[in-house]
């Protein structure tokens, strides 16, 4: 069964600061998906990574996919207070044919601090 | 282009009702799948369904149930309810099912008395 793990589960950051969260899987696949929920909301999308060296950024997040070693980061750059929120990494594992199923880690609960 | 709307957004039932909640995905999006988020166990996939047939099913007992029509909207049924089915229920749409992006909508929140 697929596992995906992320980590910090919680990270308490100054506004400035850099930072990385870490998600890592346990099965192969190509395709990983980052999300974001503010807290009583559903989850916007933030990046689809679907091949290994992926690397997209928006704005102060940038996200990186390595397929060989099952893990994808996420990188905050100069931290503000608006990126406060919960972030989800989410792996898509073939099941034939082209099914996919979206496992999901349990979140990282980001607080940005002035 | 409307997002996805899920129907209703709060619910309040008592143990051993039923309950059916709706899921309308974007418009051209054929697949819908199903979420449960709780605290204690995070987001797990219910089910996918992909022109009316269901593609995948997680992990939950046969009290978990769903549909799609004709015009990719969808409907979870739960029966039986129990505490424990307290949480928030999110539907995704995407085009496809082959892993393509997916779009959640807002969520209908159970609580169950």
């Known amino acids: 069964e697929l596992k995906v793990e992320q980590n910090p589960l919680f990270l308490s950051m100054q506004e400035g600061k850099n930072y990385t969260i870490y998600c890592n899987y346990s099965t192969t696949s190509d395709r990983l998906y980052w999300y974001r929920q503010d807290p009583g909301k559903s989850l916007e999308s933030l990046f689809v990574?679907?091949?290994?060296?992926a690397v997209k950024q928006e704005g102060r997040l940038m996200a990186s996919l390595d397929t060989k070693a099952r893990l994808s980061t996420l990188h905050i750059t100069a931290a503000v207070h608006d990126l406060s929120a919960t972030y989800f990494c989410a792996v898509g594992v073939l099941r034939g044919g082209s099914n996919y199923k979206l496992t999901f880690g349990k979140g990282t609960l980001l607080t940005v601090n002035p | 282009k409307a997002g996805v709307t899920q129907t209703p957004r709060y619910l309040i039932k008592t143990r051993g009702q039923q309950v059916t909640l709706s899921c309308s995905p974007i418009?051209?999006?054929?697949?819908v799948s199903w979420y449960q988020q709780t605290p204690g166990q995070g987001l797990q996939f219910l089910f996918e369904?992909?022109?009316?047939?269901?593609?995948n099913k997680g992990n939950f007992p046969g009290r978990f149930s769903g549909r799609q029509f004709s015009n990719s909207r969808s409907e979870m049924n739960v029966s039986t309810l129990e505490l424990g089915d307290s949480a928030l229920y999110l539907c995704?749409?995407?085009?496809?099912?082959?892993?393509?992006?997916?779009?959640f909508g807002p969520g209908t929140r159970l609580t169950v008395l």
């Open positions: 369904y992909f022109s009316e047939t269901q593609r």
């Open positions: 418009s051209g999006h054929r697949s």
């Open positions: 990574l679907l091949s290994n060296g």
């Open positions: 995704a749409s995407s085009r496809g099912t082959g892993g393509g992006e997916q779009f």
